[in-house]
Antibody, heavy 123, light 108 residues
Framework: EVQLVESGGGLVKPGGSLGLSCAAS????????MHWVRQAPGKGLEWVSS????????YYTDSVKGRFTISRDNAKNSLYLQMNILRAEDTAVYYC????????????????WGQGTLVTVSS | SYELTQAPSVSVSPGQTASITCSGD??????ACWYQQKSGQSPVLVIY???KRPSGIPERFSGSNSGNTATLTISGTQAVDEADYYC???????????FGGGTKLTVL
């Protein structure tokens, strides 16, 4: 059974830092591109960042570029998101998601999601 | 940047067909997928690659994508289908994932 379990959320002051982790199990983690997606309270889904299976390709949404760093450790079946210079608008539930295997070019979707971890940025 | 637009809410009577649309420039040239998110839960993939259903998703869920609009259709809508639905596509120009704003489906 595929499982994604996020951890590391909490309350942090503006300008502070926080590191999130996502522990993966039930599949060959090293074969999949992984993503972070967030959802502000009462709002919609927002894609944050992605990292390819071998960490060669990394992308960020513009609002976090230069502040957040995505990484992974395939030996530990883990995905990470280091968040620095946090702002109030970063307050959200952060989900770890697995990118599904595309059977057609340019088909990108998330077939498994974690339960999410809440990050609250407030003084 | 590429944008996907969804109506904020849709209402449907039990047993009827619900259609939830997602619009974007030349969306039909991309692949769209759909997620269902029930209150307090994580999103669940219900349609990918425009029309494909993951295993375990009921047959009453179907998808289409043409022109500027992707559509999620729920036939014989049930009370358990009440949820927020999000469309998603990939913007090849920026290599970014894009979500629609979500549609709240009410079954009444």
């Amino acid at each position: 059974e595929v499982q994604l379990v996020e951890s590391g959320g909490g309350l942090v002051k503006p300008g502070g830092s926080l590191g999130l982790s996502c522990a993966a199990s039930g599949f060959t983690f090293s074969s999949y591109t992984m993503h972070w997606v967030r959802q502000a309270p009462g709002k919609g889904l927002e894609w944050v960042s992605s990292i390819s299976s071998g960490s060669s390709y990394i992308y960020y949404t513009d609002s976090v570029k230069g502040r957040f760093t995505i990484s992974r450790d395939n030996a530990k079946n883990s995905l990470y998101l280091q968040m620095n210079i946090l702002r109030a608008e970063d307050t959200a539930v952060y989900y770890c998601a697995r990118e599904g295997v595309a059977t057609a070019g340019n088909s990108y979707y998330f077939d498994y999601w974690g339960q999410g971890t809440l990050v609250t940025v407030s003084s | 940047s590429y944008e996907l637009t969804q109506a904020p809410s849709v209402s449907v009577s039990p047993g009827q067909t619900a259609s939830i649309t997602c619009s974007g420039d030349k969306l039909g040239d991309k692949y769209a997928c759909w997620y269902q998110q029930k209150s307090g839960q994580s999103p669940v993939l219900v349609i990918y690659q425009d029309t494909k259903r993951p295993s375990g998703i009921p047959e009453r869920f179907s998808g289409s994508n043409s022109g500027n609009t992707a559509t999620l259709t729920i036939s014989g809508t049930q009370a358990v289908d009440e949820a927020d639905y999000y469309c998603q596509a990939w913007d090849i120009r920026t290599a970014r994932v894009v979500f629609g704003g979500g549609t709240k489906l009410t079954v009444l």
